[in-house]
């Protein structure tokens, strides 16, 4: 759990993948991308696979990740293509994958396919020592099918669970990040993403249990941090 009294500037940039996932993604904007993460020192630069390799090289000679979304944004490919892509991604650079998980399975109750799906992606990463991420898409998920997930991961073990892609109908809630990180307990960490925007929002996120928050509005989040700091 993340102490946010204990939060400095720096640790809470370490807690941000900071994101562009749009479909108009242009060479300028991965550039404006990096430029930032650089400046602000977030953690991570979540990007489709596509452009790994130009942001691996915009960010070289620094600590920031390079992260890959796979079969993004809505899962619906087998699960031999999200492992095809998975590699590609990891030999060009990618450092984290962010994979979404085939809704439509979990839906269907085929908890097996679910388990295999992310046991392949896991293990993939997990053997090339790179963080691996399961997003839910919690939107359109029942709470006892949240809890079903969650439960394959705390078996399973990738090193996050994510509530959403940002492209659903909602993203992450408070009650949804509780759930999850009840049901995985230390096991997993849980990453909130989707609709987080300001830095209340984000407190809010981190108290329920968050360790990883992904967001386009990092920087306007770090500036209400900064001034409810400098407020008190």
């Not at 650079?93 to 979404?100: P, S």
């Amino acid at each position: 759990m993340i102490d946010i009294e204990t939060l400095d500037r720096d640790k809470l940039c370490q807690l941000f993948d900071h994101t562009f996932l749009k479909a108009y993604a242009k060479r300028a904007d991965f550039e404006k991308l990096c430029t930032e993460a650089k400046q602000y020192h977030f953690k991570m630069v979540a990007i489709n696979s596509y452009p790994v390799p130009l942001c691996k090289k915009l960010l070289e000679g620094t600590d920031i990740h390079v992260g890959a979304a796979i079969s993004f944004p809505l899962g619906q490919t087998s699960i031999e293509t999200k492992c095809f892509e998975t590699k590609k991604a990891i030999e060009e650079g990618a450092d984290e994958i962010d994979y979404v998980l085939n809704v439509g399975k979990l839906k269907d109750g085929d908890l097996q396919y679910i388990e295999e799906e992310m046991k392949a992606i896991t293990d993939i990463c997990h053997q090339n020592n790179i963080l691996v991420k399961v997003i839910f898409e919690n939107c359109y998920l029942s709470k006892e099918e949240i809890k079903q997930a969650a439960l394959i991961a705390k078996k399973v073990k990738p090193d996050f669970i994510k509530t959403s892609t940002g492209f659903g109908t909602s993203g992450a809630t408070v009650e949804d990040v509780k759930l999850m990180k009840e049901t995985v307990g230390e096991e997993v960490k849980v990453k909130a993403a989707g609709g987080i925007r300001d830095w209340d929002t984000c407190k809010k996120m981190l108290e329920a249990g968050a360790e990883r928050i992904g967001t386009s509005a990092s920087i306007e989040i770090l500036k209400g941090f900064l001034n409810e700091r400098e407020s008190r």
